[in-house]
């Protein structure tokens, strides 16, 4: 009987999605422990291959968040020592975290995104010929860090942001928050959040009671379709792999879905919509988690 692969569970990181990629990482660590497996888990840092060598890691459980782990930085690593990791690889996750490229990418291929708005940056940071609500976000970044939403024509000061980091800006959509997880290429169900917050932000996410899920999401079948299509649409055409989680808007009084994002590197922690999802679908975290480790691959 061949033993089960060794696991490095990845997290952590020099990002603002580190305290998240923790607690990732300790759910998953623990379910795949209850697996049979051994997994060590890792905090990143520049060492990283080092340890890796050192302790003979069969596979890598990628559970990192944000830049470096999510933008094909650290599967371009992988690549090159030759270690299987889970989760998509380098120009999925690269195409997937640069925000302003995906979209292209989507309306290239007839799923609908808000409309993007030109920007000047100063000292504040305006939209150019354009009045109306609007969101400002890194280009590069997730867990809806540095986001800002204007409805009521405030001005935001430039520095409220790092000066590396690309901004993008585009039409704010009312509506519902809906999300569809993807697995291997299969959309699982579609959730509804709702949330106090204005959005579904980092506090929402990841806070306990921070938001309430709504599974499956109580909107008109044609919506929930769309969705899911759309979803699997978007992990196939940027050639994802594991899994992955579509966000979206819609606007019910037009009844028009906005495709926001794919994430490429979605959480998995107690309160995040992946588990929850799969649990759903009938579906266990171990089961989840045991086909991940088993799918994991170099590019």
Not at 31 to 43: F, K, L, N, P, Q
Not at 45 to 70: C, M, S, Y
Not at 133 to 155: A, Q, W
Not at 247 to 274: A, H, I
């Amino acid at each position: 009987m061949s033993r089960l692969p060794k696991v490095g569970m990845v997290y952590g990181g020099w990002n603002s999605e580190a305290e998240v990629s923790k607690a990732s990482s300790h759910f998953c660590a623990m379910t795949a422990r209850e697996c049979g497996y051994d997994v060590i888990e890792i905090e990143l840092d520049r060492n990283l291959p080092i340890f890796l060598t050192e302790h003979k890691i069969d596979v890598v459980f990628n559970a990192l968040h944000g830049q470096v782990g999510e933008d094909g930085s650290i599967q371009g690593l992988l690549n090159i020592l030759n270690i299987p990791f889970t989760h998509s690889g380098v120009t999925a996750s690269a195409i997937a975290m640069d925000k302003l490229l995906s979209c292209k990418l989507f309306e290239g291929a007839n799923i609908q995104t808000p409309p993007k708005l030109l920007l000047n940056e100063g000292e504040h940071v305006t939209p150019i010929d354009y009045s109306g609500p609007y969101v400002i976000k890194p280009r590069n970044d997730g867990s809806s860090v540095g986001v800002e939403i204007i409805l009521d024509g405030r001005i935001c000061p430039r520095k409220r942001w790092d000066n590396k980091t690309q901004l993008i800006a585009e039409q704010y959509i009312s509506g519902r928050e809906l999300t569809v997880s993807i697995l291997n290429g299969k959309a699982l169900c579609v959730t509804e959040i709702i949330t106090n917050a204005d959005f579904y932000d980092y506090d929402a996410k990841y806070a306990i009671g921070g938001s309430r899920h709504i599974l499956p999401a109580t909107v008109p079948e044609s919506c929930s379709q769309m969705a899911m299509f759309w979803a699997e649409k978007a992990f196939t055409l940027l050639g994802c792999r594991g899994v992955a989680r579509a966000d979206f808007r819609w606007d019910e009084e037009n009844d028009k879905l906005y495709l926001l994002e794919l994430n490429t590197q979605p959480g998995m922690t107690q309160t995040s919509l992946v588990p929850e999802q799969a649990s759903f679908c009938n579906l266990s975290m171990h089961n989840l988690i045991t086909f991940l480790i088993e799918a994991a691959q170099c590019d």
